[in-house]
């Protein structure tokens, strides 16, 4: 295992972001831990490390969950180069570019991230996402009637832009009361937003779109969180919008904070997943067929389809003391880069781990989801949009295949991980 592969995942080569396993595998391999300077951070590739720091709250903070300082900096270079633009300049100079930078879920640490979590966990509760489901299985059929009209028409469909992206950006748009007529608005914000996650070098455009995304999503959410202070209804941003902790409202910059995060989490991340799951099928027929014939491995799939293929590739803690790490010691202040991806085809955990199990019995232990009191709060209805999407595609379309026209891009990130499009064939049910 070279130091370069490592270097040209960083440097979000396609090659490497489109295949990191080998090099996962080579860091699981190698004595101790390595230190990048590129990405100015240890990397933690085996499972029970992995764990044990994402479990340990006392010892690792998650003030940096996306990143060391050299990544701010890369976007500081951005903004100092759009300064010189006087339209930029106005944009930068708004007081609502300052809003939401505060630690919140994601980027919280205890005492304050427990009672964070005590306020947002109701509305993730089983009983919430039951509720939601009707309105997932009218989006999926909606969707999937868009997918059966492109193939009918030509032959093949890209199943990321008109299948895969559809379904979680309006389901976390209707939990945060964004109308339909502005779902375009809305995945543009969200593709700008998680920008920086993974992207230690942005281009100034990327920069200037992040940043005006920024201010319009800002503009945008607090209106509407003093429409919902004044009228709340049965929705996630009214639970936001209205919500106490330890007598106290959150503060507006808590608030967008936390939508900002919904946002990403609920969107992004549930569309590579489905996406993920559609291309494994169409690759291996005699796995589609079985999961047709036994719809109750779907569950086991989804999970499966998350160890191997994380839509979150890696977050950061950053150690508060001095550790020891397999052997190696990390000083106070360093940064640490928690490979989940890689950790979830550890052989010392997970059996035959490049294969796919729908019934394998430890496959809900992945880290796909983070572990400990950093458990993402939207893991269970993730689960539940995979679910119903594989289901209801299965039952809508029979030997779906991948078409010949496929260049399998990825999105242009070392922590987010998946595909731009993904085009298939396939007969209608």
Same mark, same amino acid.
């Given at each position: 295992?070279?130091?370069q592969?490592?270097?040209?995942?960083?440097?979000?080569?396609?090659?490497?972001?489109a295949?990191?396993y080998?090099?996962f595998?080579?860091?699981?391999?190698?004595?101790?831990v390595p230190?990048?300077?590129?990405l100015?951070a240890?990397?933690i590739?085996r499972?029970?490390d992995?764990?044990?720091?994402?479990?340990?709250?006392e010892?690792?903070?998650s003030?940096?969950?996306?990143?060391?300082?050299?990544?701010?900096?890369a976007?500081?270079? #951005?903004i100092?180069?759009?300064m010189?633009?006087?339209?930029m300049?106005a944009?930068l100079g708004?007081n609502?570019?300052?809003?939401?930078?505060?630690?919140?879920?994601?980027?919280?640490d205890?005492?304050?991230?427990?009672r964070?979590r005590?306020?947002v966990?109701?509305?993730?509760?089983?009983?919430?996402?039951?509720?939601?489901e009707p309105?997932?299985v009218?989006?999926?059929?909606?969707?999937?009637?868009d997918?059966v009209?492109?193939l009918?028409?030509?032959g093949?469909t890209?199943?990321?832009?008109?299948?895969?992206?559809?379904?979680p950006?309006?389901?976390?748009?209707?939990?945060?009361?964004?109308?339909?007529?502005?779902?375009?608005?809305?995945k543009?914000?969200?593709?700008?937003?998680?920008?920086?996650?993974?992207?230690?070098?942005?281009?100034v455009?990327?920069?200037?779109?992040?940043?005006?995304?920024?201010?319009?999503f800002?503009?945008?959410?607090l209106?509407?969180?003093?429409?919902?202070?004044e009228?709340?209804?049965e929705?996630l941003l009214?639970?936001?919008?209205?919500a106490?902790?330890? #007598?106290?409202?959150?503060?507006?910059?808590e608030?967008?904070?936390?939508?900002?995060?919904f946002?990403?989490?609920g969107?992004?991340?549930?569309?590579?997943?489905?996406?993920?799951?559609?291309?494994r099928l169409?690759e291996d027929?005699?796995?589609?067929?079985?999961?047709?014939a036994?719809?109750?491995?779907?569950e #086991?799939?989804?999970?499966?389809?998350?160890?191997?293929?994380?839509?979150?590739?890696g977050?950061?803690r950053?150690?508060?003391v001095?550790?020891?790490?397999?052997g190696?010691?990390?000083p106070? #202040?360093?940064?640490l880069?928690?490979?989940?991806?890689?950790?979830?085809?550890?052989?010392?955990?997970?059996?035959s781990?490049d294969?796919?199990?729908p019934?394998?019995?430890?496959?809900?232990?992945?880290?796909?989801f983070?572990?400990?009191?950093?458990?993402?709060?939207?893991?269970g209805?993730?689960r539940s949009?995979?679910?119903?999407?594989?289901?209801?595609?299965?039952?809508?379309l029979?030997?779906?295949?991948?078409?010949?026209d496929n260049?399998?891009?990825y999105g242009?990130s070392?922590?987010?991980?998946g595909?731009?499009?993904?085009r298939?064939?396939?007969?209608?049910?």
């Open positions: 295992m070279s130091g592969s490592v270097d040209q995942l960083i440097h979000r080569e396609q090659g490497a972001i295949c990191p080998p090099i595998a080579g860091l699981r391999e190698a004595d101790g230190y990048n300077a590129d100015g240890w990397i590739s499972y029970d992995v764990r044990a720091i994402l479990r340990d709250t010892r690792y903070s003030l940096s969950p996306t990143g060391p300082a050299q990544a701010g900096e976007l500081m270079a #951005g100092m180069e759009l010189k633009d006087p339209e300049a944009v708004s609502t570019m300052t809003r939401g930078r505060v630690a919140v879920l994601l980027n919280a205890p005492p304050d991230h427990r964070q005590k306020l966990n109701p509305a993730f509760r089983p009983d919430r996402i039951r509720a939601m309105a997932m009218e989006v999926t059929e909606r969707l999937l009637a997918v009209a492109d009918s028409a030509s093949a890209d199943v990321v832009k008109r299948f895969a992206v559809g379904l950006m309006t389901i976390i748009a209707m939990a945060l009361g964004v109308a339909d007529d502005d779902l375009a608005t809305f543009r914000w969200s593709d700008d937003i998680v920008m920086p996650v993974g992207n230690h070098s942005p281009s455009e990327q920069v200037k779109g992040f940043l005006i995304s920024t201010k319009e800002t503009e945008y959410f209106a509407q969180i003093a429409v919902r202070k009228s709340p209804t929705d009214s639970d936001i919008a209205n106490r902790i330890d #007598g106290e409202e959150l503060t507006d910059d608030q967008l904070g936390m939508l900002q995060q946002l990403v989490a969107n992004e991340t549930t569309t590579n997943l489905i996406a993920n799951i559609i291309r169409a027929p005699a796995l589609q067929e079985r999961v047709r036994e719809p109750a491995l779907i #086991g799939l989804v999970e499966e389809m998350l160890r191997l293929e994380a839509p979150v590739g977050l950061f950053q150690a508060k001095d550790v020891e790490v397999a190696t010691r990390i106070a #202040g360093d940064h880069w928690l490979l989940f991806a890689s950790a979830n085809r550890d052989g010392c955990k997970f059996a781990p294969e796919v199990d019934e394998r019995a430890n496959v809900k232990e992945h880290l796909a983070g572990n400990g009191e950093h458990f993402c709060p939207g893991a209805l993730a949009e995979a679910r119903i999407a594989i289901t209801h595609l299965l039952g809508t029979r030997n779906i295949r991948l078409a010949p260049d399998f891009h242009d070392f922590v987010l991980r595909l731009t499009g993904l298939i064939t396939a007969d209608v049910a």
